[in-house]
Antibody, heavy 121, light 106 residues
Framework: EVQLLESGGGLVQPGGSLRLSCVAS????????MTWVRRPPGKGLEWVSA????????DYADSVKGRFNISRDNSKRTLYLQMSSLSAADTAIYYC??????????????WGQGTLVTVSS | EIVMTQSPATLSVSPGERATLSCRAS??????LAWYQQKPGQAPRLLIY???TRATDIPARFRGSGSGTEFTLTISSLQSEDFAVYYC?????????FGQGTRLEI
């Protein structure tokens, strides 16, 4: 059974930084593209960032480009999202998600339960 | 960037009835379209991928159709557990993008 467990969320002041983690189990982690998706309060889902299995390729939404950095450690089966220069607009539940297959299969077949990030003074 | 637009924003239906949810893409996404269900306090769940293929363990009452720019999710004979928010997502082009969601309510 695929399991994804996020951690690292919390309350952070505007301009601050935070690192999210997502520990994976139940599948060969290194073979799959992984993604972060967020859902701001009262709003819909927003794709944030993705990283290929080898970490060779990464991509970001324009709204976070230059401020967020996605990475992974396949030996630890862990996905990360380093977030900096945070603002209230980044307040959201952050989900990690597994892509459905190899490159090009970019829907999300498994999701974690999410971790809440609140940016407020 | 491909913009996904869902309609209606809210759909009120009764158990046992059929619900039809729409998703429109600003440019063709071929059949690279997925649907997700999200209930309060839960993670999203994949329902449909490749526009019309049901994901594992998804009941047959969920049916996806369409290609190009127009897509539909049809839920026949609604059950109480189907009342949730539904999102479409295109994966034909990067950046990946979601619709704003349709809330299915009683």
């Amino acid at each position: 059974e695929v399991q994804l467990l996020e951690s690292g969320g919390g309350l952070v002041q505007p301009g601050g930084s935070l690192r999210l983690s997502c520990v994976a189990s139940g599948f060969v982690f290194s073979r799959y593209v992984m993604t972060w998706v967020r859902r701001p309060p009262g709003k819909g889902l927003e794709w944030v960032s993705a990283v290929s299995g080898s970490s060779r390729n990464t991509d970001y939404a324009d709204s976070v480009k230059g401020r967020f950095n996605i990475s992974r450690d396949n030996s630890k089966r862990t996905l990360y999202l380093q977030m900096s220069s945070l603002s209230a607009a980044d307040t959201a539940i952050y989900y990690c998600a597994k892509h459905g297959g190899s490159a090009g299969v970019d829907f999300f077949d498994s999701w974690g339960q999410g971790t809440l990030v609140t940016v407020s003074s | 960037e491909i913009v996904m637009t869902q309609s209606p924003a809210t759909l009120s239906v009764s158990p046992g009835e059929r619900a039809t949810l729409s998703c429109r893409a600003s440019h063709s996404v071929s059949s690279n379209l997925a649907w997700y269900q999200q209930k309060p306090g839960q993670a999203p769940r994949l329902l449909i991928y490749d526009a019309s293929t049901r994901a594992t363990d998804i009941p047959a009452r969920f049916r996806g159709s369409g290609s190009g720019t127009e897509f539909t999710l049809t839920i026949s004979s609604l059950q109480s557990e189907d009342f949730a928010v539904y999102y479409c997502q295109q994966y034909n082009n990067w950046p990946l993008s979601f619709g704003q969601g349709t809330r299915l309510e009683i």
